[in-house]
C-alpha cells in the first residue's frame, strides 16, 4: 500500500514553511510522496481575493521542481464550488483504494479541527501529521489536545520532529505588494514568478 502525504492549502503563495514540513514528513514517515494539493475555493478564506488557480498551482510546481518525491495536485482545483477536506479525502479514497493518506497539518489547525466541516469524518479518513511543539494561542498543551482527539474520535495523530516556520503567506502579499524581497521566505523560481507577474501588486 502505498503511503502519500497530503499539503493542502491556499499555497497564495507557497513559501519554504510549507517545504521543510513536506521534507520532514516524507523522511520521518517514509512516505512514497506528498503531493501538494492547491485548494479551489477555500470556504474559510473570505478576508481576500485568492489569486488564480492557474498560478497558485504554477508557483507550487517551480518550488517543488528539485524534488522528485513531490507532486503538484490539481484535484481540489478541478472541483467546483467550495472545497472541504473531508469532502477531498473521501474522493481521494474512493480513487487510490490501495494508498494510505497522511494529512499534514501545523499546530494550529490542530486546535481548529472541531470548526472544519465534518471534523469526524477527516479524522476518520487520514492519519493527521502535526508540526510544531506547542502554539501560543492554545488552551490546553499540544499533548493534551492529541489525547483529546484520539479520544473523542479515535483519531490518529503522529507528530512530526520539526517547528514550523514563522512564515505567513499573507506577511509575503504585503511585502510582495511593497517590492520588499521576498527572497528569503520562497523559493528564488517562486519569487521570480511572482515579480515577472505582478502578482501582489496594488
Known sequence: MSRIGIMGGTFDPIHNGHLKLACQAYAQYQLNSVWFMPSGQPPHKKDHKVTDSAARCEMVRRAIENYPYFF???FEIRRLGNTYTAQTLKLL???YPKTEFYFIIGADSLY?????YCPEQVMA???????GREYPKAHRPMEE???YLRERYQARIGR???EQMDIASADIREMASKNQSIEALVPPSVADYIRTHHLYAV
Open 93 to 95: 479514497k474512493k480513487e
Open 72 to 74: 503538484c495536485s490539481d
Open 160 to 162: 512530526l520532529d520539526c
Open 145 to 147: 489536545q492529541i489525547s
Open 125 to 131: 479518513q487520514t492519519c493527521l501529521l502535526v508540526a
Open 112 to 116: 481548529e479541527i472541531e470548526n472544519w
